[in-house]
């Protein structure tokens, strides 16, 4: 329950200091920090407007999208704190949580029959695909170098100490912005305000969503980047500290976390959608190549 509340803290100030950032670094003055949740609010307020070719599906997908969200962040531990639902390789229970939701997710797009949502939904799936083998090849490297299966024992028994343990913290802090970016639809594989149904994948799915519906959809994303940010900060935090440095650290993750996506952002243009497959295996390769260099460190395989 502690990841959770969290994890809303983190949710309800992130995509604003995204927003921010980008406007600062762009040379506008931008919305506020709450501008993205005022309008979240906004559409809390407004009812959905369904087609009549949408059947059950599409109603319940976006309540089983942020449900599944919810449940995955209360697997999570948090640095010397634990979750109280964890057990032995949860981080596997964790991912298909994930995959769930983004399953009603794209069926509900699909469930409209429009050929543009249909476009997006492959794209999605496609994508997530892609960027699973470097999730689970990144807990199988921390596995590997702590001796435990369960995320909880994991991060307790993980230190940035050694060289070793550097290198993989590193390729993990990398690899897991990399795949938060994918999953929320972010740059480079995506550009959330891009408003060309031809290269939109995220924005496109969700065309037809409206009013509440539409909120809970945009709640799930924020609440998906505090899910990564709570991984990154699990790996970065030392377990040994008191309580409430270990807390202020975990803030300050967080904003470093997004100001990191709104520079990122700024400074990086999106991939043609051909390179976008090819950018996504490279974190597969980049996370196996650290689980080499553990493997054959550890083993003294190599100096």
């Not at 057990?87 to 991912?95: G, K, M, R, T």
């Not at 069926?107 to 083998?133: C, H, K, Q, V, W």
């Not at 999730?135 to 307790?156: N, R, Y």
């Not at 539409?214 to 030392?238: D, H, R, S, V």
Request: net charge positive.
């Amino acid at each position: 329950m502690i990841a959770l509340l969290l994890a809303i803290v983190t949710a309800f100030f992130f995509p604003g200091i995204i927003v921010r950032v980008k406007s600062i670094v762009s040379g506008r003055k931008g919305p506020g920090i709450l501008q993205p949740w005022k309008n979240i609010f906004l559409l809390l307020r407004k009812g959905s407007v369904f087609s009549t070719t949408t059947s059950y599906i599409f109603r319940i997908a976006p309540v089983i999208y942020l449900a599944t969200l919810i449940c995955a962040i209360m697997l999570l531990p948090l640095p010397g704190i634990t979750s109280g639902f964890g057990f032995a390789a949860d981080f596997v229970l964790l991912a298909y949580l994930l995959a769930l939701g983004k399953f009603f997710f794209i069926i509900g797009a699909l469930d409209t029959g429009s050929s543009f949502e249909g476009m997006g939904a492959n794209r999605e799936a496609l994508y997530s695909m892609l960027a699973e083998p470097a999730f689970f090849i990144l807990f199988g490297t921390l596995a590997l170098l702590t001796g435990h299966l369960s995320m909880q024992s994991i991060f307790e028994q993980f230190h940035l100490s050694g060289y070793t343990s550097m290198i993989s913290g590193m390729i993990a802090v990398y690899v897991l912005i990399q795949i938060a970016m994918i999953e929320n639809s972010r740059m480079p594989v995506d550009d959330p305000k891009t408003h060309l149904e031809l290269t939109m994948i995220h924005e496109v799915m969700i065309l037809d969503n409206s009013g509440f519906d539409l909120a809970l959809i945009q709640i799930g994303t924020n609440l998906k980047f505090a899910l990564y940010g709570i991984l990154i900060a699990n790996i970065l935090i030392p377990v040994a500290w008191a309580i409430h440095y270990r807390i202020a650290l975990f803030f300050g993750i967080q904003a470093a976390f997004a100001m990191s996506i709104g520079i990122m952002e700024s400074f990086r243009a999106r991939k043609k959608l051909v390179k976008n497959p090819q950018f996504i295996v490279t974190l597969s390769s980049i996370a196996l190549l650290g689980f080499i260099l553990s493997l054959l460190i550890m083993y003294q395989l190599i100096l």
